[in-house]
T-cell receptor, first 116, second 114 residues
Framework: AQKITQTQPGMFVQEKEAVTLDCTYD???????LFWYKQPSSGEMIFLIY??????QNATEGRYSLNFQKARKSANLVISASQLGDSAMYFC?????????????FGTGTRLTIIP | SQTIHQWPATLVQPVGSPLSLECTVE??????LYWYRQAAGRGLQLLFY??????ISSEVPQNLSASRPQDRQFILSSKKLLLSDSGFYLC?????????????FGPGTRLTVL
């Protein structure tokens, strides 16, 4: 079974500072994908960034980067130069390669609040 | 580009009443489709997924059911709602079931059962 752990229920960060959101995962499958989603107060889940288990380099997408440490089974999201609009819930999720195992397994999320 | 729609956006229903939530995807063909539920302050739980018309897989036994009458239409139903069915229901799609494929979510339906 797969498991995602997000140990930070909430974080407060000053505007323009960088922020790291922690995510650790557990799976015995060697092939997996790791995803980060942002959920603003409106409720929609917005895809931010993806990292594959076989990717050699850390993923980056604009101000978002993923600090992937495979041996430690961690996939932390780094947001550079935070903005007020970054205030939201952030979810780490994982998908494995088993045929028929379609689901994304989600963590419990981290509520990020950017302070002006 | 692809777009995913859900309706209604919000719904308040009495216990024991029926339910029908609809999800449609535009701009792609033969997508994989998913229904998730999010309880207040928690992560998402997969309820159903579909890899094609009429093909439904259930992840969690409950009084909900799903159907896929058309390629890009996914419906979540219940004959009699329970209080525990309250939550935020999200539909998602992906190109395939591969672990590398991103799932993209719709705007969601907030269901309150009273």
């Amino acid at each position: 079974a797969q498991k995602i752990t997000q140990t930070q229920p909430g974080m407060f960060v000053q505007e323009k500072e960088a922020v790291t959101l922690d995510c650790t995962y557990d799976t015995s499958d060697p092939s997996y994908g790791l995803f980060w989603y942002k959920q603003p107060s409106s409720g929609e889940m917005i895809f931010l960034i993806y990292q594959g288990s076989y990717d050699q380099q850390n993923a980056t997408e604009g101000r978002y980067s993923l600090n992937f440490q495979k041996a430690r089974k961690s996939a932390n999201l780094v947001i550079s130069a935070s903005q007020l609009g970054d205030s939201a819930m952030y979810f780490c999720a994982m998908r494995v390669s088993n045929f028929g195992n379609e689901k994304l397994t989600f963590g419990t999320g981290t509520r990020l609040t950017i302070i002006p | 580009s692809q777009t995913i729609h859900q309706w209604p956006a919000t719904l308040v229903q009495p216990v024991g009443s029926p339910l029908s939530l609809e999800c449609t995807v535009e701009g792609t063909s033969n997508p994989n489709l998913y229904w998730y539920r999010q309880a207040a302050g928690r992560g998402l739980q997969l309820l159903f997924y579909s890899v094609g018309i009429g093909q439904i897989s259930s992840e969690v036994p409950q009084n909900l059911s799903a159907s896929r009458p058309q390629d890009r239409q996914f419906i979540l139903s219940s004959k009699k709602l329970l209080l525990s069915d309250s939550g935020f229901y999200l539909c998602a799609w992906s190109k395939t079931g591969a672990f590398t494929d991103t799932q993209y979510f719709g705007p969601g339906t907030r269901l309150t059962v009273l």
